[in-house]
């Protein structure tokens, strides 16, 4: 960032942290550069979803870093157009979130339930009925019992 002569120009209480500024600044530079490089096609390639989320994420990334420039300017971001474009982004950020975890919740297999609930019905007045010659107070199954269809 600066050769040794110029360490005059700042005070050596913060030199740690313009270091770790340097530094981070270094590997933001490394994965724009690495995104950047990436081709239209290998983009193309990915998954609609994998598409979207690269797409919000890089839009968000440029974004906060014009957010950053705009404090290093003294300009008050908040008070520029740059908060409604987060807003947005972080808005649709969250729609594709609500997809992919609908995409993971746990699915209903309707045959499933629909024969479990049907096996778990049965018709107590009609096991007592065809009960012939047994006492009402029998204790038959709902396996015996005649059951229900549904519809």
């Known amino acids: ?3 040794e002569g110029s360490v005059e120009d700042y ?10 500024f340097e530094s981070s600044v270094s590997s933001v530079h490394n994965v724009i550069q690495t995104l950047m490089s990436v081709s239209k096609g290998e983009h193309l390639k ?3 979803l994998d598409q979207a989320k690269l797409d919000l994420m ?11 420039y705009l404090m290093t300017q003294g300009v008050n971001p908040k008070e520029h157009g740059i908060k409604q474009e987060l807003e947005r982004i972080r808005t649709y950020m969250n729609r594709l979130k609500e997809i992919t975890d609908k995409k993971k919740a746990a699915r ?5 339930a629909s024969r479990f609930v049907r096996n ?3 018709d107590a007045e009609d096991s007592k009925g065809k009960g012939k010659g047994k006492d009402k107070d029998s ?4 396996h015996k019992a005649k059951q229900r269809k549904l519809k």
């Open 58 to 68: 890089s839009a968000y990334t440029l974004n906060s870093l014009f957010w950053m």
């Open 46 to 48: 990915l998954d609609s």
């Open 1 to 3: 960032m600066a050769d």
């Open 139 to 142: 204790t038959e199954g709902p």
């Open 108 to 112: 209903l297999d309707k045959g499933a």
């Open 11 to 20: 005070p050596t209480e913060i030199e740690e942290y313009l270091t770790g």
């Open 120 to 122: 778990a019905l049965w």
